[in-house]
């Protein structure tokens, strides 16, 4: 008796979508051997009608997705079309109507995961998303059955293509930022409108699922402290290097040392070069899990494209289909911990901070002293005339302009916070040149 085919709707069709189709289409007797069943595809939602889409039957394609997910025989829906609305009622709707998701939708997973996992558990469907994240990397289904007996205590990680491909090139080539911005423009690994990727909202959106998943707790995308990387000049690649590290683009997610709460941040740091995550080069991902039994793993290959966010998507259509066909669902939400999510003032980290400081005597003392009132430990400070000449620990005899690199201990966002905005007030400090936090030590 031959086994009734699984029928998938695919809602978006485009670089990503069209590779779906296209493996789902290339693949489908190997896809039928590891499911116990074939696949097939059985509708394609777009915007336009009329475009020629390479491999897809045309009468497979409906421009009305709310009728297709509406079908009744869907087994699965895919979602790659992105953005809030429609996908979220689009979601909604094929659970009510008996199907099961996968989705690669990063921002709405990151602002409404909870509310989509309430509605796929309460119709008995799956909601998985491994592309989400990382694209081709096993990262999800890792941190969620893999690990799920273990204790995660920090995920470090680079999880934008775009931004780690512009600053490895500023620190390859000592390119400026507007410079590398076009190179990877010019290349593809940019959109024409960067603001998403340069400016963290989307490995945001990565930080608040991987947070949740990590701690078993609800870390929504307004929960995630954001900085973008526009303001990273070369000269803070010059201050990295002096320090024997690099500056990357860093998602870090982290419970807190008595294990209370939780945090989650995007923002540029600087990492030590024998830290993993520094050999992490051009447009790749890499995600660094500190665990209690496992100690360290790291998660590295391509974050993004068609095809590696692709094999992602089939990855979880598998699994989902192999769940259809056993008659159960995979595991859901596991919020079970609800650790609040701490403000970004009580994160402690290490801190370099580049001052622009009149060139005479007193200015160190001055600056030590603003320090030392707001509980802020100075690990080392370096000042730097005009001329380029360098004293550590010393203050120059000589009139003029300065800079003045000062690297603390571990201390507060908070404390720091502070410390800064005393320093803008002294006479002899001209400038605060650039502020940058110091991780994976």
Do not use: W
């Not at 470090?156 to 780690?164: A, H, R, Y």
């Not at 995308?221 to 990273?232: A, C, I, K, W």
């Not at 998507?313 to 911990?337: F, H, I, K, M, Q």
Request: hydrophobic residues 45%; proline residues 4%; contains cysteine.
């Amino acid at each position: 008796m031959r086994t009734r085919p699984l029928k998938v709707a695919l809602l978006g069709c485009g670089v990503v979508g069209s590779e779906v189709a296209r493996i789902m289409t290339t693949h489908a007797d190997d896809l039928a051997a590891r499911i116990g069943a074939p696949v097939e595809l059985a509708g394609v939602a777009v915007r336009r009608a009329d475009k020629v889409r390479e491999g897809i039957d045309p009468a497979l394609v409906t421009t009305d997705a709310t009728a297709l997910v509406k079908r009744g025989d869907i087994d699965v829906v895919i979602e790659v079309i992105g953005g809030i609305e429609p996908a979220r009622t689009l979601i909604t709707t094929a659970f009510e109507h008996g199907a099961s998701v996968v989705s690669a939708n990063k921002a709405l997973l990151a602002q409404d995961g909870a509310a989509l996992h309430a509605a796929a558990e309460e119709h008995s469907r799956d909601l998985y998303y491994e592309a989400a994240v990382a694209g081709a990397i096993p990262l999800i289904r890792p941190l969620r059955e893999s690990l799920a007996g273990d204790k995660v205590n920090r995920v470090l990680g680079i999880v934008n293509g775009t931004t780690n491909f512009i600053l490895d090139k500023m620190d390859s080539t000592g390119a400026g930022y507007q410079e590398a911005l076009d190179e990877a423009t010019a290349l593809g690994f940019a959109e024409a409108d960067p603001t998403a990727d340069v400016e963290g909202f989307d490995a945001a959106a990565k930080a608040a699922i991987l947070a949740g998943i990590a701690f078993h707790t609800r870390v929504r995308l307004d929960d995630v402290h954001r900085e973008g990387m526009t303001e990273v000049t070369a000269a803070d690649f010059a201050s990295a290097r002096e320090m024997g590290c690099t500056i990357k683009l860093l998602a870090i997610c982290e419970r807190a040392a008595d294990g209370g709460s939780v945090t989650a941040r995007v923002h540029p740091a600087m990492i030590p070069l024998t830290h993993p995550l520094a050999s992490v080069r051009g447009a790749y991902n890499a995600v660094f899990v500190e665990s209690d039994a496992s100690g360290q793993l790291m998660f590295y290959g391509p974050g993004a494209g068609g095809a590696p966010t692709a094999s992602a998507v089939l990855g979880d259509l598998v699994a989902v289909c192999r769940n259809r066909r056993g008659g159960a669902t995979g595991p859901g939400e596991s919020a079970y911990a609800a650790l609040p999510v701490s403000p970004m003032g009580e994160v402690f980290t290490r801190y370099h901070i580049s001052l622009d400081v009149a060139d005479k005597p007193g200015v160190l003392a001055q600056v030590a002293t603003v320090f030392a009132e707001h509980g802020v430990s100075i690990d080392t400070v370096r000042q730097q005339g005009k001329d380029g000449g360098t004293s550590r620990s010393s203050e120059s005899e000589s009139g003029g302009e300065a800079s003045l690199v000062v690297v603390t201990h571990r201390a507060s966002d908070a404390s720091l916070g502070g410390t800064v905005e005393a320093l803008r007030q002294l006479d002899t400090v001209r400038g605060v040149a650039s502020i940058m936090r110091v991780e994976g030590e």
